[in-house]
C-alpha cells in the first residue's frame, strides 16, 4: 500500500528531507518503523527504537500498535517540537 511520510522538527533535519511516499507492506505503525529503521543510516540512528518517537496517523497522535491503511499520512516527531 502507498502511503505519504512526513517528518518534523530534529527527525527532518536528521534525515534531510520533511516528507517522502512510501510503498509498504507494513500493517501497524509499529512494522512501519522498523521498516524504515532497517534502512540504515540516518533512518536507524533517527527512528531507532530506544528512541522516544511520537507518531500521527492521518494528522492524529497514535499508538504505534495502530493499523495503516492505503493513502494514510503518518507523521513522525520528536518528544518535544518548537513551534
Known amino acids: 500500500m502507498k502511503v505519504q511520510l512526513r517528518y518534523f522538527a ?6 534531510g528531507t ?7 507492506q507494513a500493517a501497524t505503525l509499529a512494522a512501519l518503523r522498523a521498516e524504515l529503521v532497517a534502512r540504515g543510516g540516518a533512518y536507524a540512528d533517527a527512528l ?3 528512541k522516544s518517537v511520537r507518531v500521527a496517523l492521518n494528522q492524529t ?3 504505534e500498535a495502530a ?6 499520512e503518518v507523521g513522525f516527531f520528536p518528544p518535544v517540537t518548537g513551534g
Open 48 to 50: 531507532a527504537h530506544g
Open 18 to 24: 520533511g516528507s517522502e511516499a512510501l510503498d509498504t
Open 61 to 63: 497522535m497514535s499508538d
Open 67 to 72: 493499523a495503516l491503511t492505503e493513502g494514510a
Open 10 to 15: 530534529s527527525i527532518r533535519e536528521a534525515l
